[in-house]
């Protein structure tokens, strides 16, 4: 009896440290949220990066100006350790303002919304050609030669409305972004435009990187609204019809940049480190709020609010505001390159890119017992609305480190998606499109979950 007596016994104490532990974690975590909604500092942030600095395509002045920026901020708020990180990057620029007009047979002639894709050629004076549609990628694989020949091709397919999660159907038509110039080029087109990979019919063109193949003529990509795209399919429908279009971007020689690294050291003496981080580049259109300055705020202020509260972690958390995360990923890759080569304990990398809406939870890349892990903290962060804990996605910026780290779990921060395509990569993202509540949840939802995690590992 007394062998069973002091099992029951040890099976109690255990129990109630358990249920002590997670009241403690009940009791830390609501600290955070009310620290994020009553006292929090990201909406401010969100303003200054947005509005102080601006739109931080690589290479330009605002993108440098976005590196001091985050320099400073981290200092202000008392992170443990602040550097730059050297990285060279590349510098691409729009130039003047694009402009497109189609034409039709009756001599009808329609501006249209266009924006220059990432990357692309400038048409070097107005280009003029017949204009031929598809409504897929694989339909322009499909054609002959001499139905493209000579022409301008436009790709409209539009983002599939029935899927519920919009990333998915973003994947399922960003090849006409990536792909599309060297598909139509291969045929003999003299330009391509595509339908913006948006959501909504209004008249905002997103633009976003596209790609050259060597050996391939280079020919100018853009990017029409939605509502731009509907006119000139409906005057195709009707008859012949001709596009006209002008862009003035180009290539520059790679520049230095620097991807911005703060730290909130760790009690242990293992060095072992958890990064988070978004990207501080953006596109040169708009403000870059939700795509990716709602991600490096969620980021700032969390280790604000730790800081605040006095948290020390068990690992070092490692804040890093990533550059070129648009056009190359120079960041991701020279930060996992030198981690590596520093010999670093990379343990974990937590990524917020997906905008700055209502947050749902966490996605985990990596072994099963990483998801487990994440799926254990539902019970705490439920009371938040925070429910989704899944396999999934961590986020560009990070994924460098899994060749690096092999078995490193990268976790990815998740929103809800039904408004982001709204804005990415659009004159729309701007400051005033992102709610301040629902940034300020997302900031306490990032403080918690890298808590959660540090005890966790």
């Not at 939605?226 to 409906?234: C, D, F, G």
């Not at 070129?324 to 981690?339: D, L, P, T, V």
Request: charged residues 20%; hydrophobic residues 40%; glycine residues 10%.
């Amino acid at each position: 009896m007394t062998f069973f007596r002091t099992l029951f016994i040890s099976c109690s104490l255990f129990s109630s440290a358990l249920l002590f532990g997670q009241q403690s974690d009940s009791v830390q975590i609501r600290q955070f949220f009310n620290e994020a909604l009553l006292r929090g500092k990201s909406h401010e942030d969100l303003r200054s990066l947005c509005k102080d600095i601006g739109a931080r395509i690589t290479g330009s002045a605002q993108a440098q100006m976005a590196v001091e920026w985050g320099k400073r901020k981290m200092e202000e708020y008392g992170f443990d350790k602040v550097t730059l990180q050297p990285v060279t990057v590349p510098h691409w620029e729009r130039g003047t303002k694009e402009v497109a007009w189609f034409q039709t047979a009756s001599n009808q002639v329609v501006q249209l919304d266009i924006l220059a894709l990432g990357g692309s050629i400038g048409t070097n004076g107005l280009l003029k050609a017949e204009v031929i549609q598809f409504n897929h990628l694989d339909e322009l694989k499909k054609a002959s030669k001499a139905q493209v020949q000579g022409k301008i091709v436009f790709l409209n397919q539009p983002m599939n409305p029935a899927d519920i999660v919009t990333f998915t159907a973003y994947g399922g038509c960003y090849a006409i972004r990536g792909q599309g110039a060297v598909e139509a080029a291969k045929l003999g087109a003299v330009g391509v435009v595509i339908r913006s990979l948006a959501m909504p019919e209004d008249q905002h063109p997103h633009t976003g990187s596209m790609y050259y193949e060597t050996g391939i003529a280079k020919i100018p990509a853009g990017a029409l609204s939605t509502k731009s795209s509907n006119l000139l399919a409906e005057a195709i429908q009707k008859g012949k019809t001709q596009l006209i279009f002008e862009m003035d971007c180009r290539d520059y020689p790679d520049v230095q940049s620097f991807n911005v690294v703060g730290e909130l050291k760790g009690s242990s003496k293992s060095g072992e480190i958890i990064t988070i981080g978004g990207h501080l580049d953006s596109w040169d259109t708009g403000e870059g709020a939700h795509d990716d300055g709602a991600g490096i705020v969620h980021c700032l202020e969390a280790i604000r609010i730790l800081k605040q509260l006095k948290i020390q972690p068990v690992h070092t958390i490692r804040v890093v505001f990533f550059m070129n995360e648009e056009n190359g990923n120079k960041g991701g890759q020279g930060y996992a390159k030198w981690a590596k080569d520093n010999n670093e304990k990379q343990v974990a990398a937590i990524e917020s890119d997906r905008g700055g809406f209502t947050p749902h939870g966490f996605e985990c890349d990596g072994p099963d017992n990483y998801l487990k892990l994440i799926q254990s903290f539902r019970s705490l962060l439920l009371p938040y609305g925070l429910y989704h804990f899944e396999k999934g996605y961590g986020g560009v910026d990070i994924s460098p480190l899994k060749e690096a780290y092999k078995g490193i779990p990268l976790f990815g921060f998740v929103p809800d998606s039904q408004r982001y395509f709204d804005f990415h990569h659009a004159p729309s993202d701007v400051f005033e499109s992102v709610n301040k509540r629902e940034l300020e949840l997302g900031c306490a939802s990032m403080a918690a979950f890298v808590y959660l995690l540090d005890k966790g590992l």
